[in-house]
């Protein structure tokens, strides 16, 4: 009896020590995010024969990266002209002139995991020498588009570039309808505060216009207030 007692108590310990096949799996994780290179920010390019260019990512499990790129002529990429999966950290590709892009990559790995897009940067390919060139089209900055939010006021706030570094003033639109009316005209700041209703959804868009009175339109974006 004394030695079944001792057998069961070392299987019992036994049992206890090992590791599940669950513990012993490691969960593979994203590789990091692209860093872009070329073209710069804001940048003005006479030719439209452009290279794009990121820094190589980094996977924790050293698996291969592919890149997915996307060339875009708005900045929420609904219109993406360029795009492609590969596995080199430049593209070479021609562009029409005389149009704004917009430019982003991500970082995948052979198991399909992805990581998030890069920052946004944004160019212009020129065709002869203008006197004057459009405001970039704004950029969202909070609230993020298609949020949840549950306040009484909200900060509505954006970023805009201009190449000629003119000065630039803003028309900003806002309503419960994807159609927003005008709210504020002509103002220089990148953001408003806004007195908003519970359970509304609320759709806002700000035009950008420059000393010349050159205007760019902006995207529509939502967010709904609980």
């Not at 969960?27 to 990091?32: D, G, H, L």
Request: charged fraction near 20%; include cysteine; proline fraction near 4%.
């Amino acid at each position: 009896m004394k030695n079944i007692f001792y057998f069961l108590s070392v299987l019992t310990l036994w049992s206890c020590s090992q590791t599940t096949p669950e513990e012993t799996i490691e969960q593979n994780t994203a590789p990091e995010v692209p860093t872009l290179l070329n073209p710069t920010n804001n940048l003005l390019c006479i030719s439209s024969d452009l290279t794009f260019e990121w820094a190589t990512s980094i996977d924790n499990e050293g698996d291969p990266i592919n890149y997915f790129y996307q060339i875009a002529t708005d900045n929420m990429f609904n219109t993406v002209v360029k795009s492609g999966t590969l596995k080199d950290t430049k593209k070479n590709l021609q562009l029409e002139k005389e149009t704004t892009y917009y430019w982003r990559v991500q970082a995948i790995d052979e198991t399909g995991e992805k990581s998030d897009f890069s920052e946004t940067r944004n160019l212009y390919t020129e065709n002869i020498a203008d006197e004057n060139h459009l405001p970039f089209m704004p950029e969202l900055i909070s609230p993020i588009h298609q949020s949840e939010t549950n306040n009484q006021l909200i900060l509505l706030e954006w970023n805009c570039a201009d190449i000629d570094n003119d000065p630039l003033v803003y028309d900003v639109y806002v309503g419960t309808t994807n159609s927003p009316s005008l709210y504020a005209e002509g103002i220089s700041k990148t953001s408003i505060e806004l007195s908003i209703e519970s359970n509304t959804t609320y759709y806002w868009r700000v035009d950008a216009r420059d000393s010349k009175n050159g205007k760019t339109l902006g995207q529509t974006w939502v967010f709904n207030n609980n």
